[in-house]
């Protein structure tokens, strides 16, 4: 399974840095002896990717050969209610990049690689570097934008769900044939877009045990960095993370192969507090990542205003292709142009806004205003991930009763497998007002905690950060209070 040492100069660079263990209480799960023995197994991890490849090619099937009204085809509610719903409710949050672990879209790829490279590519071929006109998060953020302003298509028209699953995997393939490793999680996925910017929040985290074991020479017992470039035990970080650097956990897909290559047993699965990593002054703020927290911030907003929100035209005018053939193109291009005014106009034109306020009262010497922008951006990550949140826990609530009809007659033929075919709609309204202001509220809690303590590592003065916090205070409040306007 080794793979030859790409020269990577961006490795090397950060092999260099000073590096201090973080400063903040964590606890490694590998001293259960379970989670070491599934850590270390090496069938965990195909099996349940095969099982998930399993779900998807029923889901591209069902898609196509079902009936066409979503609500009644397995491919739409399984994708967008179960799946959507779990991956935004429960794995992001709780367990970061947990789906990446487990995603079949990879999976044909993944084996092209590692079956077909090993015996037919050429070093090459191993060592292709991605463009680095690409090496950033914006064509990511671009595809992720594309699916958003499709989502009331992809929510109802169970075809393009499959189509889409289908274009996702083929693009996958052909980029997993041509550049090593996984580029295409790391470039192109859309959903690593949202896995891996909110897996910044989660609670987990892979870092090596202690630092100075890493920096052992060889030649006294060292290790030869066999988690980045591989060993018969495993294969390379497929990330391109190199565990002895890491800070962060937004580009490591948890795929444990560092656990079975590190022959001293030096990488831990710790977990630890809620957003630490968001205050560690380590993490580098990158404005293609700010702008990714801003228009994952906005859309849950407008997703709300667009499924539950009074204005049911905006609905109609985002399905191009459904039921109301009275919605014509310009209407659509009308709704695609609403949707991206909000996401990459308003939302950060606001936030834009806060910045210049922040640098004018408190009046920093050699902080700009695109500064305070870039690096206060990363403070909205909790509300985003608790509107997305909020969002996802109302859409299972509302349409939970569309699963036990669709697991009994998945493509909507008639069948009563379970004898839960004709089982009506039963929303659960009524917790969803509180839990939404629970969510909101955490949201802000935490987005203001990350936030105070960026502005306090950018400012000496304890007043001047509550100064600058002002009015990206009052923009964050204002966004979580539109947000709950469309519950309460
Ligand atoms: S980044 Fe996307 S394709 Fe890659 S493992 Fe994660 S979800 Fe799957
Ligand atoms: S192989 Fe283990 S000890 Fe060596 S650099 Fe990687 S994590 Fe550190
Ligand atoms: S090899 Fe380790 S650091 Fe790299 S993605 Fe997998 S778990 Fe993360």
């Known amino acids: 399974m080794t793979e030859e040492k790409a020269p990577q100069q961006q490795q090397q660079e950060r092999q260099q840095e000073p590096q201090q263990p973080p400063p903040y209480w964590r606890k490694d799960l590998l001293q259960y002896p379970f989670v070491k023995k599934a850590i270390l197994n090496r069938n965990l991890q195909p099996l349940a ?51 990446c672990f487990m995603c079949p879209v990879v999976w044909p790829g993944e ?26 998060v914006w064509i990511q953020d671009f595809i992720f934008l594309i699916f958003a302003s499709w989502m009331v298509v992809l929510v109802t ?41 909110y897996s910044s929040f989660s609670p987990v985290e892979v870092r090596v045990k202690d630092r100075d074991t890493c920096l052992i020479p060889p030649e006294k017992g060292g290790c030869h960095k066999e988690c980045y470039v591989g060993s018969e035990k495993g294969y390379g970080c497929p990330w391109y993370e190199f565990p002895q650097n890491m800070v962060s956990d937004v580009d490591c897909g948890l795929c444990t ?30 404005p293609d990542e700010a702008w990714r927290s801003m228009i994952l911030l906005a859309l849950p907003i407008v997703y709300t205003a667009v499924l539950f929100g009074p ?15 009275s919605v014509g193109l310009t209407q659509h291009i009308f709704y695609v142009l609403l949707v991206a005014d909000v996401v990459l106009g308003l939302v950060p034109g606001l936030h834009y806004l806060a910045s210049l306020g922040a640098k004018f009262l408190a009046e920093p010497k050699g902080v700009s205003a695109r500064t305070l922008f870039v690096n206060y951006a990363y403070a ?19 349409e939970w009763s569309y699963i036990p009809v669709v697991a009994s007659d998945p493509l909507g033929a008639g069948w009563n497998l379970l004898g839960t075919t004709h089982l009506s709609w039963m929303p659960f309204a009524l917790p969803i007002p509180i839990a939404e202001i629970a969510f909101a509220l955490l949201g802000v809690f935490f987005s203001l905690k990350v936030g105070y ?25 204002t966004l979580a209070i539109i947000f709950l306007w469309f519950y309460v």
Not at 263 to 284: C, M, Q, T, W
Not at 380 to 398: A, C, H, Q
Request: contains cysteine; glycine residues 6%; positive net charge.
């Open 49 to 99: 990717q095969l099982i998930n490849f399993a779900l998807f090619t029923f889901v591209i099937a069902t898609g196509f050969i079902g009936i066409s009204l979503g609500a009644k085809n397995l491919a739409v509610v399984f994708t967008w209610i179960l799946w959507s719903v779990l991956l935004a409710l429960v794995l992001t949050p709780l367990m970061g990049r947990s789906w």
């Open 111 to 136: 084996i092209i690689q590692r079956r077909l490279w090993n015996r037919f590519g050429t070093s090459s071929l191993r060592n292709r570097r991605w463009p680095r006109v690409l090496q950033n």
């Open 157 to 197: 028209q169970p075809f393009v769900t499959a189509v889409a699953v289908i274009l996702l995997m083929s693009v996958a393939v052909v980029v997993f044939s041509l550049f090593p490793r996984r580029q295409f999680c790391r470039r192109l996925c859309p959903m690593g877009s949202f896995i891996g910017l």
């Open 257 to 286: 192969e560092c656990y079975k290559t590190c022959p001293l047993d030096n990488i831990a699965l710790n977990v630890r507090h809620f957003g630490v990593e968001l205050e560690s002054e380590k993490v580098k703020r990158k």
């Open 311 to 325: 204005w049911s035209w905006i609905k109609n005018w985002g399905d191009l292709l459904l039921y109301n053939s």
């Open 380 to 398: 909205y990550i909790p509300l985003g991930l608790m509107l997305w949140v909020g969002f996802n826990f109302s859409l299972i609530m509302m």
């Open 453 to 477: 303590t960026t502005l306090r590592r950018m400012f000496p003065d304890k007043l001047q950060a509550i100064m600058a916090l002002i009015p990206f205070a009052v923009l964050t409040a």
